[in-house]
């Protein structure tokens, strides 16, 4: 790969795989990958300060506020041993969270916005079956994406669960936020000439197969 690290904008409905894309995105091009909502979960899990500010907006299906957002992508991503380059899944999620990534990132913003387009219909069945790492944040999904041993993490075998917000309230709350503040980005990304459009119906290696054949293309156009 000629040129820096890669920095990698996952965009997509919940459930249409930006977890399971991100860490495999992650391996290829060897850059961290960075979930904001990883990180509240973790937080919430510790019980820290930061997870008892989040966990009410979290079960409810709401977006945590823009500043809280920003300080987790600020310390990740923009501290004294920042990487080079990122994988973002969840963030920015509104355009006022793209601008400011924009202003975060300086003079090297990103390479491409990858937006994994797959239907309601689709999500809403992949949610059903989703799993998640109680240690590392690795994804399942019992049907399409299961771990060898059922009920345990193939990364480090601690035990999976269903997300407290996967319940029909909270997931229906979350998909019309995601239409209301996250879908505006898809043209403001098309606008900056930023963004790969990918089918992400099927199987997960085939989307994989197609995501890094859209950031191939991006990294070649820089
Ligand atoms: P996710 O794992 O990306 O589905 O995020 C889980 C929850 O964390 C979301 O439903 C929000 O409550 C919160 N969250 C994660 N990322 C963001 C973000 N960029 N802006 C606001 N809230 C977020």
Same mark, same amino acid.
């Given at each position: 790969m000629a040129g820096p690290a890669p920095r990698i904008v $996952? $965009?997509?409905r919940q459930g249409s795989g930006k977890g399971t894309q991100a860490t495999r995105l992650s391996a290829v091009y060897e850059v961290p990958h960075v979930s904001t909502g990883e990180a509240f979960r973790a937080a919430v899990k510790e019980?820290? @300060?930061l997870g008892r500010a989040v966990q009410g907006y979290m079960d409810r299906g709401d977006l945590v506020p823009d500043d809280m957002v920003e300080a987790v992508i600020k310390a990740h991503l923009f501290g004294p041993r920042a990487p080079e380059g990122f994988i973002l899944d969840g963030f920015p999620r509104n355009v006022a969270q793209a601008e400011a990534l924009e202003l975060m990132a300086g003079h090297r913003s990103l390479d491409v916005a990858v937006n994994l387009d797959a239907s309601t219909a689709e999500v809403l +069945? +992949?949610?059903?079956?989703r799993r998640v790492c109680s240690k590392c944040g690795a994804n399942y999904n019992v049907v399409d994406n &299961? &771990?060898? %041993? &059922?009920g345990s993490c193939d990364e480090c075998g601690s035990a999976l669960y269903q997300r407290d917000d996967d319940t029909e309230e909270a997931v229906a709350r979350r998909l019309e $936020?995601? @239409?209301k503040a996250t879908a505006p980005l898809i043209d403001w990304? +098309?606008?900056r000439g930023l963004l790969a459009? %990918?089918?992400?119906?099927? @199987?997960?290696?085939? %989307?994989t197969g197609r995501v890094v054949a859209a950031v191939q293309a991006a990294l070649a156009r820089r």
């Open positions: $996952l $965009l997509g019980g820290t @300060e +069945r +992949r949610i059903a079956g &299961p &771990p060898r %041993v &059922p $936020l995601y @239409e990304y +098309r606008q459009n %990918v089918d992400a119906m099927g @199987e997960p290696d085939a %989307v």
